[in-house]
């Protein structure tokens, strides 16, 4: 019996510092909405979904950076989307700032989760390659200080079995390491998840930011294959706050191949019927990871940080 997966990429325009989480659940229900209509089982939403991508801006101010994070999911806001999910039988992943306070501490990071058909959270994700810097760079036409704002995460990349797959998870930056999708591999993913916010613009390297939608599905295509796993990746997109983030959400399958994109840099919802046996073929010969990996000769991966050349 095959398992087919229909998955909705729920891909998010602009969202602007003014806009209230309640309008952006709007958005997120309609989508939602034309899933059902379409046959969805699982929907994917961005990365930091309820807000502007606030990393774009130095503030020193803790209550003002705290106003963009989340400290229950759900909340009085996203109850309507658990609910309408719950209500509808689809999951979904859905990318938030979470603030939690626990232990007499409070700690923020660049969150993820899984919800399943039936409404149960399968499982978190906090972001681990949180990129930018950490301190204020007037230089830049904007910042991204995801390295000030989160800590990084402290839940490594797990694999959860629902809704009939192994499903991952990862956010953003994380989709251009290939140790991020092979930690996955290792624990059999058939599908990973992941949403970015990803600005055209990359300061540092100007000369790069023609090539944003290129990298970005070279990076999932690439994990996809070398880990035999479909990979979901959503974009929030669009011009937000006067920065252009890029759009290109794709559904790529274990063959490497996307099987679908999106075409506007707007709400739009992008469908696949995904078929989670499809990397079976490769997981048993090309990726057949026990038969032909050689862990001992990789050390050097897991304990040098940086590249040190040779003399
Ligand atoms: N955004 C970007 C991303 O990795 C970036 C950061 C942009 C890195 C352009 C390299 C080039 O897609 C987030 N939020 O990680």
């Not at 990429?9 to 602009?14: D, M, S, T, V």
């Not at 939602?32 to 046959?39: C, I, N, S, V």
């Not at 797959?165 to 930690?183: H, K, S, V």
Request: aromatic residues 10%; negative net charge.
């Amino acid at each position: 019996m095959t398992r087919i997966v229909t998955v909705g990429a729920a891909q998010l325009g602009p969202i602007q510092r003014a806009d209230s989480r309640a309008s952006v659940v709007r958005r997120m229900l309609d989508l939602l909405r034309q899933a059902h209509e379409h046959g969805c089982d699982l929907v994917v939403f961005p990365e930091l979904a309820l807000t502007t991508f606030f990393p774009r801006w130095w503030m020193e101010d803790q209550e003002e950076i705290d106003s963009f994070f989340e400290r229950e999911m759900p909340s009085n806001e996203t109850a309507p989307l658990f609910n309408e999910a719950q209500a509808k039988g689809i999951g979904f992943y859905l990318g938030f700032a979470e603030l939690e306070r626990a232990n007499g501490r409070t700690r923020r990071f660049n969150t993820a989760i899984l919800v399943d058909k039936s409404g149960k959270h399968v499982g978190k994700y906090r972001k681990i390659h949180l990129p930018g810097h950490a301190e204020h760079e007037p230089w830049r036409a904007f910042q991204h200080l995801e390295k000030r704002y989160f800590e990084i995460g402290d839940l490594g990349w797990p694999v959860w079995r629902s809704m009939g797959g192994l499903y991952g998870m990862c956010i953003c930056n994380d989709r251009r390491w290939p140790e991020t999708y092979r930690t996955m591999g290792l624990q059999g993913v058939e599908m990973v998840l992941l949403g970015y916010n990803t600005p055209r613009h990359n300061p540092p390297a100007p000369d790069h930011d023609r090539l944003s939608e290129f990298h970005n599905q070279l990076s999932m295509q690439g994990g996809a294959y070398a880990n035999a796993t479909w990979v979901v990746g959503v974009a929030k997109c669009g011009i937000e706050e006067g920065c252009e983030m890029i759009g290109n959400s794709s559904i790529i399958a274990p063959t490497g191949e996307v099987v679908a994109q999106a075409l506007t840099q707007d709400d739009e919802l992008v469908i696949a019927r995904c078929d989670l046996d499809l990397g079976k073929s490769y997981k048993a010969t090309t990726f057949n990871f026990e038969r032909h990996r050689q862990p001992d000769q990789y050390r050097m991966i897991v304990e040098r940080k940086g590249a040190v050349a040779p003399e």
